[in-house]
Nanobody, 119 residues
Framework: QVQLVESGGGLVQAGGSLRLSCALS????????MGWYRQGPGKQRELVAR???????NIADSVKGRFTISRDNAKNTVNLQMNGLKPEDTAVYYC?????????????WGQGTQVTVSS
């Protein structure tokens, strides 16, 4: 079982910045991938950005050039720096991690943190 605790959401004006942080209870090398998803009002949950074991990243086209994902090995956190926020970025942001254990893949989610961007 991997526990994920998000922090850093809030209300910001368009063009502003926020930084989300997710504290993980498992070490990075035990995980296949870690990152952030979001679910906007009336929308399906979608990938925002993730780091795959080995260090490569996947970033959604809608946030490329504005959002940056990183991890802090010392603090065991995965962070999402969001710049140039737009009203369409308004969503609940979820931290996510995948783990391969005993021949099976497991998926873990945080409780979510609200990001609201006003126009």
């Amino acid at each position: 079982q991997v526990q994920l605790v998000e922090s850093g959401g809030g209300l910001v004006q368009a063009g502003g910045s926020l930084r989300l942080s997710c504290a993980l209870s498992a070490s990075f090398h035990s995980l296949n991938a870690m990152g952030w998803y979001r679910q906007g009002p009336g929308k399906q949950r979608e990938l925002v950005a993730r780091i795959i074991s080995g260090g490569s990243t996947n970033i959604a086209d809608s946030v490329k050039g504005r959002f940056t994902i990183s991890r802090d090995n010392a603090k065991n956190t995965v962070n999402l720096q969001m710049n140039g926020l737009k009203p369409e970025d308004t969503a609940v942001y979820y931290c996510h991690a995948d783990q391969f254990y005993s021949g099976k893949y497991y998926s873990f989610w945080g409780q979510g943190t609200q990001v609201t961007v006003s126009s």
